[in-house]
Structure formats: C-alpha cells, structure tokens
C-alpha cells in the first residue's frame, strides 16, 4: 500500500477514462477519491446511468484501499476549497490531483458563442487552473505531490469542429509549462497526458473505421491506455518528470 491519497475529477461514466484512473490507481494502492457532475454527461449523447458512480465506488472498495466520492459543479467559485475540504475530512489531505474533468462540444467558427466558449472555459481552464494553485496552496509534504493535466494533442495538428475544446485544451498546455515551473520547489511535479482519441463510448462504427487506419498498431485507445501512463507519472519513479506534454496516443498519425 503507497497510503498515498489521490483525486480524480471527472469521474461519472464506467466507460471513462477517469474511471480507468481510479481502477488502476487503486490496483497500485493509493486511495482514492472522486468527483462526478451526471447534469454534464445527460446533456451529452454518450449519457450516463444514474447509478455509474456508485458502481464504481463499490468496485474500487472491494481492491481494499478507502474511497469516497462527490458531485460537484466545478464551475462553481468555491468548487477548489469544497473538493480539498471534503477529501481532507475523509481520507486526508491529497498527494495527487487528476485533472480530467472536461467540457466538449462540437462547433466551429460559424456557430461558436460566448456562451459556448465561456462553459469550455469555465470547466477546461479556470477550474483546472483555481483547483490546481488551491491543491499546491495547502500541500506541506515536501515532496511526492502530483498533477497531471488531461490534454488533447491541440499542438499536434487542428482539431476542425471542436474549436472551442481546443482553444481551451490548448490553454491546458500552456498552464502545465507554466505551472511546473512554480511548483517544483514545493516537491510537486505537473505533467499533461494526451491520450489521443480513446473509445470511451462516444464512437460510432464509422468514427472507429476512420481512425483505425491512423494508429499503427490497429487498434483504438483504449482508456486503460491512459489510465497505465499515469500510473507511471504519478509514481515515485517519475519525481523527474515535469513540465512535460506526454502523447500516449499510440503513434496516432494527424
């Protein structure tokens, strides 16, 4: 057992890449605690079962390590302080923080409005961004903490379609740099995953047989693909890591 307390944002689907996060970190020991906002995932074509995140709660427990669990807006102001709050009262202050809560919708330069950019914004940016400097505020142990930041390629070539998504994601980018910088004398690393296009139950047969011919090893992401890469950055093994954009998309080719 690490002992050490890990949050991931973003959590309501079973089919997630979130929920692959908590699988595999509490396959390593690390307990865990996330977040979930169902409102989001009803509004999206994938939806959700109102019951996903129990399941997932009860299945986490059962690999023996504390879990617990919060719906919350992140978009609220004091969604940070109510999110480290709560996981400070049940399992302790965090060593780690997920970043992978997101918002996305399609739209480009024709249909794009304020309304539109400004929920990307709001969920992508500002809550990654207010949840981050509010972890890094209160961390006191020296060394071991952890961000990582869930990305999307924005650099690795344009994303027609989803220009308010890559505005944002691209934003994330830019923050992780940025961010690694200020945080490395307090013992925290902060990396970004890009786990490039990931079969979360989103993609229609026509979607898959598109992209297949685009990874050379033939198959799509899966969200165990990134779910193992983090693994990995948030481990001792990685203390050197930071700063860094990591494309574990399997050679994915634009």
Known sequence: M?????????????????AAICK??????????????TEYDKEMPWSIEADEPLKLKEELLKKGIKVSCMELDLTEND??????????????????LINNAAYSTNNDFSQITAEELDKH??????????????FAQGFDKKSGGRIVNITSGQFQG??????????????????????????????????AINPGPTDTGWMTEE???????????????????????IKFIVSDEAEWI???????????KR
Do not use: C
């Open 2 to 18: 690490t002992e050490k307390i890990a949050i991931i944002t973003g959590v309501s689907r079973l089919r997630g890449i979130g």
């Open 242 to 252: 930071t700063g860094q954009i990591i494309h574990s998309e399997g050679g994915f």
């Open 207 to 229: 979607i898959k047989n598109g992209l297949k011919p685009l990874f050379p090893f033939g198959r799509i992401g899966k969200p165990e693909d990134a779910a193992k890469t």
């Open 79 to 96: 969604a940070p302080e109510q999110l480290l709050n709560k996981v400070s009262e049940q399992l302790g202050y965090p060593d780690i």
């Open 158 to 191: 344009p994303m027609p379609g989803e220009l308010a998504y890559a505005t944002t994601k691209g934003a994330v980018d830019a923050l992780t740099i940025t961010l690694s910088a200020e945080l490395a004398p307090l013992g925290i690393t902060v990396n």
């Open 24 to 37: 595999e970190l509490a396959d390593a020991g690390y307990h865990i605690f996330f977040t979930y906002w």
């Open 121 to 134: 914004y709001m969920v992508n940016v500002r809550a990654t961004t207010l949840l981050s400097s509010k």
